[in-house]
Nanobody
Framework: QVRLVESGGGLVQAGGSLRLSCAASGFFFSIRAMAWYRQAPGKQRELVAGISSSGSTNYPDSVRGRFTISRDNAKNTVYLQMNSLKPEDTAVYYC?????????WGQGTQVTVSS
């Protein structure tokens, strides 16, 4: 079955960096678009980065220029490099893949940015 396992979260000071990883299994990874979302307490889950099967990327204005999504199809892994982190980036970060009409999520990894 589809499985997404995030790792790499933690506590970092403002201005610092983290790299999140999402190990995927149970589907043909290289042909699927992948995405990272985040959800802060009391807020809706929001998209922070997407990458197509061909490597095209998209970001919302809030993270563009600071976050970079990438993928390694040989390792079935998608990454999120986060630089210049801000306290408002504090959230649980989730990996996502949509297959047909079904969206799949990992368990999430907590990112906390202290000021």
């Amino acid at each position: 079955q589809v499985r997404l396992v995030e790792s790499g979260g933690g506590l970092v000071q403002a201005g610092g960096s983290l790299r999140l990883s999402c190990a995927a299994s149970g589907f043909f990874f290289s042909i699927r678009a992948m995405a990272w979302y985040r959800q802060a307490p009391g807020k809706q889950r929001e998209l922070v980065a997407g990458i197509s099967s061909s490597g095209s990327t998209n970001y919302p204005d809030s993270v563009r220029g600071r976050f970079t999504i990438s993928r390694d199809n040989a390792k079935n892994t998608v990454y999120l490099q986060m630089n210049s982190l801000k306290p408002e980036d504090t959230a649980v970060y989730y990996c996502n893949v949509a297959i047909g009409t079904t969206g799949y999520w990992g368990q999430g990894t907590q990112v906390t940015v202290s000021s």
